[in-house]
Nanobody, 122 residues
Framework: QVQLVESGGGLVQAGESLRLSCLAS????????LGWFRQAPGKQREWVAS???????EYADSVKDRFTISRDNSKNTVYLQMNSLKVEDTAVYYC????????????????WGQGTQVTVSS
C-alpha cells in the first residue's frame, strides 16, 4: 500500500503563491506517475498536473504557465508550485499516484491523498 499526505494549503489573496507538498510512504517503488487534481464546491474533480517517473510534466490549460509540478524522489515528495493564484483556483487539491500512467479523468487511479484546501480571495 501507498499513503499520500498533502500539506501546504491555506488562504491567500489573488496574485499570491502557494506550494503544495505530497509525501508518499509505504511501498513507494510501485509508484510511476504522480499528479494533482482539484475539486471546487459544486464542481467535478478536475486534473491539474502530472509528472512521470522520468520527470515529464503535463498541465491543464487553466494552470499552464502559472503552476509547476516537480518531484523529489529522494524525499518521496511531489510538489505543486502555484503562482499568480486566481479566485477560480479555490478548491480542495488532491495528490494522486499510480503504478502506471495517471488518468486525467481520475478513474482507476491507484492511490489518493486526503486533500488540502486552497482558498484564494479577491
Amino acid at each position: 500500500q501507498v499513503q499520500l499526505v498533502e500539506s501546504g494549503g491555506g488562504l491567500v489573496q489573488a496574485g499570491e503563491s502557494l506550494r503544495l507538498s505530497c509525501l508518499a510512504s509505504g511501498i513507494i517503488f510501485r509508484i510511476n506517475a504522480l499528479g494533482w487534481f482539484r475539486q471546487a464546491p459544486g464542481k467535478q474533480r478536475e486534473w491539474v498536473a502530472s509528472i512521470s517517473a522520468l520527470g515529464n510534466t503535463e498541465y491543464a490549460d487553466s494552470v499552464k504557465d502559472r503552476f509547476t509540478i516537480s518531484r523529489d524522489n529522494s524525499k518521496n515528495t511531489v510538489y505543486l508550485q502555484m503562482n499568480s493564484l486566481k479566485v477560480e483556483d479555490t478548491a480542495v487539491y488532491y495528490c494522486a499516484a499510480d503504478r502506471g500512467a495517471l488518468s486525467r479523468t481520475g478513474r482507476g487511479i491507484d492511490y489518493w491523498g486526503q486533500g488540502t484546501q486552497v482558498t484564494v480571495s479577491s
